[in-house]
């Protein structure tokens, strides 16, 4: 290109700049009545920006001006959406009701249902659910809570810079979904706050959840049945119940679980680290194409953990053998301290042993020493700590 092309092609783009954001439309939610002080609920404010956003055949944002809006619950709803790109940028914070029990047997707080093209960036959403926590750990009878945020049926969906704190159930959850990016997530909940997982995926492919930090009572991110091309890496998990495909098998006919991967992780004080985790009972479900690398553990009671006799508190156990089929799963790198001393443990299926189990390069300790492994029904290989170069993996 010579100068003088170069010269024409800067106003050029320059005007297609400004042609892009004449068509490009906002709506404050303050406009349509959402008051700040966090007092008066603005749910039906968010529905209409919403709507607007929604007709819009031009690319629209919802913005959310800093304050705190109570919102008693949403749905929105994207299957009559004259575009594919809406924007919700959160300068404020999102609350839910702090009686739990006005959202506590709805499901969910804020649910996105057969959206596609959304963005959020930014934000605060608190769920206030310590209310319910308490009242499940007294061991009376509650409801059950509300996702703070969920997806459905939803496609080409951008998270960045959003906090999700103090869920009453889970924080975010995406099933059915498809091309989904999370960055710079945070989640925070207390680490006795029961069913809090910080980010649950099922049925969904080509999720990628990357620089987020997530500190909870259940499990940092949980992985269902239906999950294929999962990227997780540098994530902090702590405290929480690690990063766990399943629990898998409760039902016969399930979808299996395939191409995940996890690197570049933390566990500080978790009760896991990588685990998998199926019901002993007959199930169609599969596990295979996993890899775990680069993985460091700090203090985590069972940093390296296949259970398929998964029961928690030994209540209404099946007792039954697992059918979910479980192979190719590799451990690369995977270092730092247990705070038990197996700190590898795989207790697979008499029925579907565990096959293809690669270990390499683990070095995990125990009170300054080498800590030590448990095999029931698994093979493969082992590179590293747990034998010598090449050693087979066999435990009956």
Same mark, same amino acid.
């Given at each position: 290109?010579?100068?003088?092309?170069?010269?024409?092609?800067?106003?050029?783009?320059?005007?297609?700049?400004?042609?892009?954001?004449?068509?490009?439309?906002?709506?404050?939610?303050?406009?349509?009545?959402?008051?700040?002080?966090?007092?008066?609920?603005?749910?039906?404010?968010?529905?209409?920006?919403?709507?607007?956003?929604?007709?819009?055949?031009?690319?629209?944002?919802?913005?959310?001006?800093?304050?705190?809006?109570?919102?008693?619950?949403?749905?929105?709803?994207?299957?009559?959406?004259?575009?594919?790109?809406?924007?919700?940028?959160?300068?404020?914070?999102?609350?839910?009701?702090?009686?739990?029990?006005?959202?506590?047997?709805?499901?969910?707080?804020?649910?996105?249902?057969?959206? %596609?093209?959304?963005?959020?960036?930014?934000?605060?959403?608190?769920?206030?659910?310590?209310?319910?926590?308490?009242?499940?750990?007294?061991?009376?009878?509650?409801?059950?809570?509300?996702?703070?945020?969920?997806?459905?049926?939803?496609?080409?969906?951008?998270?960045?810079?959003?906090?999700?704190?103090?869920?009453? $159930?889970?924080?975010?959850?995406?099933?059915?979904?498809?091309?989904?990016?999370?960055?710079?997530?945070?989640?925070?909940?207390?680490?006795?706050?029961?069913?809090?997982?910080?980010?649950?995926?099922?049925?969904?492919?080509?999720?990628?959840?990357? %620089?987020?930090?997530?500190?909870?009572?259940?499990?940092?991110?949980?992985?269902?049945?239906?999950?294929?091309?999962?990227?997780?890496?540098?994530?902090?998990?702590?405290?929480?119940?690690?990063?766990?495909?399943?629990? $898998?098998?409760?039902?016969?006919?399930?979808?299996?679980?395939?191409?995940?991967?996890?690197?570049?992780?933390?566990?500080?004080?978790?009760?896991?680290?990588?685990?998998?985790?199926?019901?002993?009972?007959?199930?169609?479900?599969?596990?295979?194409?996993?890899?775990?690398?680069?993985?460091?553990?700090?203090?985590?009671?069972?940093?390296?953990?296949?259970?398929?006799?998964?029961?928690?508190?030994?209540?209404?156990?099946?007792?039954?053998?697992?059918?979910?089929?479980?192979?190719?799963?590799?451990?690369?790198?995977?270092?730092?301290?247990?705070?038990?001393?197996?700190?590898?443990?795989?207790?697979?299926s008499k029925k579907n042993p565990c096959s293809g189990i690669r270990l390499e390069d683990v070095k995990l300790?125990?009170? %300054?020493?080498?800590?030590?492994?448990?095999?029931?029904?698994?093979?493969?290989?082992?590179?590293?700590? $747990?034998?010598?170069?090449?050693?087979? $993996?066999?435990?009956?």
């Amino acid at each position: 290109m010579n100068s003088k092309m170069r010269f024409l092609a800067i106003p050029f783009l320059f005007f297609s700049f400004l042609l892009s954001a004449a068509k490009s439309v906002t709506y404050n939610v303050q406009s349509y009545g959402a008051k700040s002080h966090g007092r008066s609920d603005s749910t039906n404010s968010f529905l209409s920006a919403w709507a607007a956003a929604c007709a819009s055949v031009a690319p629209a944002t919802i913005y959310v001006p800093p304050g705190r809006f109570l919102v008693g619950g949403a749905s929105f709803w994207g299957q009559n959406c004259k575009n594919n790109a809406i924007t919700i940028r959160i300068d404020g914070t999102l609350v839910a009701p702090s009686d739990y029990n006005v959202l506590g047997h709805s499901g969910n707080w804020l649910k996105f249902e057969t959206v %596609n093209g959304l963005s959020i960036y930014g934000g605060t959403l608190d769920g206030q659910g310590t209310g319910l926590w308490a009242c499940k750990n007294s061991g009376k009878h509650c409801p059950q809570g509300a996702t703070t945020l969920g997806f459905t049926n939803s496609n080409n969906i951008a998270i960045a810079g959003l906090t999700s704190l103090n869920s009453q $159930l889970f924080h975010l959850v995406f099933n059915g979904c498809n091309t989904v990016k999370l960055q710079g997530v945070k989640v925070s909940a207390a680490g006795n706050s029961p069913n809090t997982d910080g980010i649950h995926v099922q049925y969904s492919s080509g999720v990628t959840i990357l %620089n987020s930090k997530i500190s909870t009572g259940d499990d940092c991110v949980s992985i269902g049945p239906g999950t294929t091309s999962l990227w997780i890496e540098n994530v902090l998990c702590g405290p929480g119940h690690g990063i766990s495909i399943g629990s $898998l098998g409760k039902d016969f006919e399930e979808e299996g679980v395939q191409n995940v991967t996890v690197k570049n992780v933390t566990f500080k004080n978790t009760q896991n680290g990588v685990r998998i985790k199926s019901w002993g009972r007959p199930s169609k479900g599969f596990v295979k194409d996993v890899l775990f690398q680069h993985a460091t553990m700090i203090n985590v009671q069972n940093p390296i953990i296949i259970d398929q006799n998964y029961c928690p508190d030994n209540i209404n156990c099946p007792g039954q053998v697992s059918g979910i089929k479980i192979n190719d799963v590799t451990y690369q790198d995977i270092h730092g301290t247990s705070a038990t001393e197996i700190a590898v443990k795989f207790d697979c299926s008499k029925k579907n042993p565990c096959s293809g189990i690669r270990l390499e390069d683990v070095k995990l300790t125990y009170k %300054n020493q080498p800590a030590k492994s448990s095999c029931a029904n698994a093979a493969g290989t082992t590179l590293g700590l $747990l034998g010598p170069a090449g050693t087979t $993996l066999a435990c009956g």
